[in-house]
């Protein structure tokens, strides 16, 4: 249980969770799926997921140190829009995109103090 929890497997989920933001990121707008649900759900929940990532692999940074590399990741995907066919900056996807790293961070950081007590158990 201790290898499957250790902060090595939740740092290269971390890097997997970079690598299909980015890709579904920049993929030209008419490349999308057409049904998908509510846009705003998709950011706040992409980027949850990438915050608790983030908090869960990471061991000695600080949380607001993740946030804010997590929230200028997705600035950096959202100015990189704007040069891509069919889609654009939105400032409410960047706020979606904050609120869920904030979220993922936060909950990886209860969810490490559980982890913590549970293991010394």
Request: proline share 5%; net charge positive; aromatic share 10%.
């Given at each position: 249980?201790?290898?499957?929890?250790?902060?090595k497997?939740?740092?290269?989920?971390?890097?997997?969770?970079?690598?299909?933001?980015a890709?579904?990121s920049?993929?030209?707008?008419?490349?999308?799926?057409s049904?998908l649900?509510?846009?705003?759900?998709?950011?706040?929940?992409?980027?949850f997921g990438?915050?608790f990532?983030?908090r869960?692999?990471s061991?000695?940074?600080?949380?607001?140190?993740?946030?804010?590399?997590?929230i200028v990741?997705s600035?950096?995907?959202e100015?990189?829009q704007?040069?891509?066919?069919n889609?654009g900056?939105?400032?409410?996807?960047l706020?979606?995109?904050?609120?869920?790293?904030?979220?993922?961070?936060?909950?990886?950081?209860?969810?490490?103090?559980?982890?913590i007590?549970?293991?010394?158990?």
């Open positions: 249980m201790k290898a499957f929890l250790s902060s497997l939740f740092k290269v989920l971390f890097a997997l969770g970079v690598i299909v933001i890709i579904g920049v993929m030209p707008g008419k490349q999308l799926p049904s649900p509510w846009d705003k759900a998709l950011h706040f929940v992409g980027y990438l915050g990532l983030a869960m692999g061991d000695r940074r600080p949380a607001w140190l993740l946030m804010v590399a997590c990741f600035l950096a995907i100015i990189a704007m040069f891509i066919p889609r900056f939105e400032w409410q996807d706020v979606a995109n904050a609120l869920g790293v904030v979220s993922g961070v936060l909950v990886g950081i209860l969810g490490k103090k559980l982890l007590t549970h293991t010394k158990a």
